[in-house]
Nanobody, 118 residues
Framework: QVQLVESGGGLVQPGGSLRLSCTAS????????MGWYRQAPGKQRELVAS???????TYADSEKGRFTISRDSAEKTVYLQMNSLKPEDTAVYYCNAEGRFPRPYSYWGQGTQVTVSS
């Protein structure tokens, strides 16, 4: 069973930065896509950013220019650098790994809380 462990969340003031880490128990290139999602209280979980095993990145419109997803294959880790944080970025952030071969799969981490507040 694949495990994803997130870290790096915390309390930050508006305009501040955080870097989230997601460390996998398997090679990150074994997953078709790895992504960061977030879920705020009372809202649905939404995609923040993703990266394919080929290196293609995708961002939600509200995060473009503020967030950057990257990876370190040697560390089996995917990062989410978050800059210019806003109170509306407050949420639990989850790491996800998914693909379709040899059969559809989707793995989730336990989540890390990010709170943006003065």
């Amino acid at each position: 069973q694949v495990q994803l462990v997130e870290s790096g969340g915390g309390l930050v003031q508006p305009g501040g930065s955080l870097r989230l880490s997601c460390t996998a128990s398997a090679s990150i290139f074994s997953f078709a896509v790895m992504g960061w999602y977030r879920q705020a209280p009372g809202k649905q979980r939404e995609l923040v950013a993703s990266i394919t095993n080929g290196g293609r990145t995708t961002y939600a419109d509200s995060e473009k220019g503020r967030f950057t997803i990257s990876r370190d294959s040697a560390e089996k880790t995917v990062y989410l650098q978050m800059n210019s944080l806003k109170p509306e970025d407050t949420a639990v952030y989850y790491c996800n790994a998914e693909g379709r071969f040899p059969r559809p799969y989707s793995y989730w981490g336990q989540g890390t809380q990010v709170t943006v507040s003065s």
